[in-house]
T-cell receptor, first 109, second 114 residues
Framework: GQNIDQPTEMTATEGAIVQINCTYQ??????LFWYQQHAGEAPTFLSY????GLEEKGRFSSFLSRSKGYSYLLLKELQMKDSASYLC??????????FGAGTTVTVRA | IAGITQAPTSQILAAGRRMTLRCTQD?????MYWYRQDLGLGLRLIHY???????GKGEVPDGYSVSRANTDDFPLTLASAVPSQTSVYFC?????????????FGPGTRLLVL
């Protein structure tokens, strides 16, 4: 099974940087995903890490350390539209995804 | 149709009634999934199908059944609804169950069981 922990809420100012941490314990590991979910909408894919290190995609970056069971999502140059929930998900040895409860990020002007 | 569609968008259901949530994708994805999302608990996998003709149980399968007669459709049935099945249900699909392929989510069905 999976145990995935991420903070419940974070608040940041427009233009700032926010880092959302995710720790996990898993029975087998086949990748870690980050999804963004705006209120009342479906989750949408942000990033995928399967090897250790940093993956950068524009204003968003995601980092993975498999030995520490740790990942973070970095959001730079925050915009009001980045206010959303961010979901950390781990894929196990059977290729099934388990999700954390999500981190609600509020961006203030 | 583009992507994944779900029907109905929302539903109020009396306890004990039978209900089928529909999910259709037009991306010819092999794998499909059903999740429920509850406040504070995140998304939990109900059932999945790695390819047409096969299904498997996820984390919370009790009270739900699925079928996968073809590639495009993956209906979820609640045989006799109970109030604890009040939730938002998301269907998702991916090109395959493994690899880098991400899962794409439908818009969700909001179900209230009274």
């Amino acid at each position: 099974g999976q145990n995935i922990d991420q903070p419940t809420e974070m608040t940041a100012t427009e233009g700032a940087i926010v880092q959302i941490n995710c720790t996990y314990q898993t029975s087998g590991f086949n990748g870690l995903f980050w999804y963004q979910q705006h209120a009342g909408e479906a989750p949408t894919f942000l990033s995928y890490n399967v090897l250790d290190g940093l993956e950068e995609k524009g204003r968003f970056s995601s980092f993975l350390s498999r030995s520490k069971g740790y990942s973070y999502l970095l959001l730079k140059e925050l915009q009001m539209k980045d206010s959303a929930s961010y979901l950390c998900a781990v894929r196990d040895r059977d290729y099934k995804l388990s999700f954390g409860a999500g981190t609600t990020v509020t961006v203030r002007a | 149709i583009a992507g994944i569609t779900q029907a109905p968008t929302s539903q109020i259901l009396a306890a004990g009634r039978r209900m089928t949530l529909r999910c259709t994708q037009d991306m010819r994805h092999n794998a499909m999934y059903w999740y429920r999302q509850d406040l504070g608990l995140g998304l939990r996998l109900i059932h999945y199908s790695n390819t047409a003709g096969t299904t498997g149980k996820g984390e919370v399968p009790d009270g739900y059944s699925v079928s996968r007669a073809n590639t495009d459709d993956f209906p979820l049935t609640l045989a006799s609804a109970v109030p604890s099945q009040t939730s938002v249900y998301f269907c998702a699909s991916s090109e395959s169950a493994s690899g880098q392929e991400t899962q794409y989510f439908g818009p969700g069905t909001r179900l209230l069981v009274l």
